[in-house]
């Protein structure tokens, strides 16, 4: 018998870089993630680049090749940069977005988004550490509601209307998400919903999210009104865990506490299915920026990060130290002073990366 500890197997991840300040961004985030793993002595990695967006539209006519989505199906995860579709000519400008068809292809049902107060920002909400859990695939999101055709239409140029969707099987698996994610953090789960109005649809939405939490019975569970929600969270957000809820709900609770909890340039998220996971910053492609060295790659470090630690809870152990150094040498640069113009710094783009990767490697 012996005591060796078996080798991870190789780590194979795509590389998005997408529009805008994307080409900035995601070639600082695969330096810090090498950083990591290869001080904490993680698997070997070997990054996928693939095309999607502008470059996309040139070189292969479209957006988002079906090379690409092809090549993400047998990847272990990937790490997709901003997109800045309102700039693509038509047809594509009006479809949905590359990330919305990566996201429906691969049925990432849950989006996952942190918002954490790091040290040296000037955060409204200073003891906010909290995770919103939001459901993405229906709701009253047209764009993926349905699986043909849009669910907002127009039966007259003076009408408009919009089809909310909610489904039993979609509540159950975003509240076990929600709840298994609460178990390993503060151990509660708070509900958002607009049942007093919207009583069929996010009463469904809230009720099945109850009966799921019976099966955690170390998780605390209330609920609370969406309009509430968006109050406490500036009066209290240092007071909440794990918020689960609906599409547009989620959508809009998390941009707040991701602004609440310092910027929305380093607001980190995956969107997640059982078996895929995609690495995604909540802000956009900031063109009016783009190739200026200003752009902040804290939310995409950090989402980066989540991706390693999912994978890390989903069969490879060897990756959840490697997490832990990146999130640790992102809180100690920014807390020592170095950060983006838009925290309130000057460093540059590639200085805030080096400065992140120093503090790695000496640790």
């Known amino acids: 018998m012996t005591n060796e500890t078996a080798m991870p197997e190789p780590l194979r991840i795509g590389v998005i870089e997408g529009d805008g300040i994307g080409h900035e961004i995601v070639p600082a985030t695969r330096r810090v993630v090498d950083a990591a793993i290869a001080a904490t002595g993680g698997p070997e990695l070997e990054w996928v680049p693939l095309p999607l967006g502008a470059d996309a539209i040139g070189s292969h006519g479209t957006p988002v090749p079906r090379s690409t989505l092809e090549a993400l199906t047998d990847l272990d995860g990937w790490i997709l940069g901003p997109h800045d579709s309102a700039s693509y000519p038509e047809p594509f400008r009006a479809a949905l977005t590359p990330g919305g068809q990566i996201r429906k292809h691969f049925d990432l049902y849950a989006n996952i988004r942190p918002a954490r107060a790091l040290p040296g920002t000037h955060a409204m909400v200073p003891d906010m550490d909290l995770v919103v859990v939001r459901e993405n695939t229906e709701g009253f999101y047209a764009d993926r509601n349905m699986a043909v055709g ?7 140029p003076d009408v408009a209307l919009a089809v909310g969707v909610i489904t039993r099987a979609a509540c159950e698996r975003i509240a076990h998400t929600a709840f298994d994610l609460a178990s390993r953090r503060r151990k509660r789960v708070t509900i958002v919903h607009k049942a007093n109005v919207l009583s069929k649809t996010t009463g469904l939405f809230r009720d099945v999210c109850r009966e799921i ?30 918020i689960v809820t609906e599409n547009l709900f989620g959508d809009i609770l998390s941009d707040l506490a991701g602004e609440l909890s310092g910027s929305l340039g380093s607001a980190p998220s995956i969107n997640a299915s059982a078996r895929k996971t995609m690495a995604q910053a909540v802000h956009g492609a900031a063109p009016d920026i783009a190739g200026l060295g200003r752009a902040n790659p804290t939310a995409l470090v950090l989402s980066s990060a989540m991706l390693l630690d999912r994978l890390s809870v989903t069969g490879n152990p060897f990756l959840g130290g490697a997490a832990r150094a990146l999130e640790r040498a992102v809180a100690e640069t920014i807390g020592d002073g170095i950060a983006t113009a838009d925290l309130g710094g000057s460093a540059s783009t590639s200085e805030f990366t080096a400065a992140v990767v120093d503090r790695i490697t000496a640790a």
């Open 213 to 242: 939490g019976t099966m955690y019975p170390s998780v605390d569970v209330d609920d609370e009104h969406v309009d509430a929600m968006a109050a406490l969270l500036v009066r209290r957000g240092g007071d909440f865990d794990v």
């Open 150 to 156: 849009s669910g907002e239409f127009m039966p007259t």
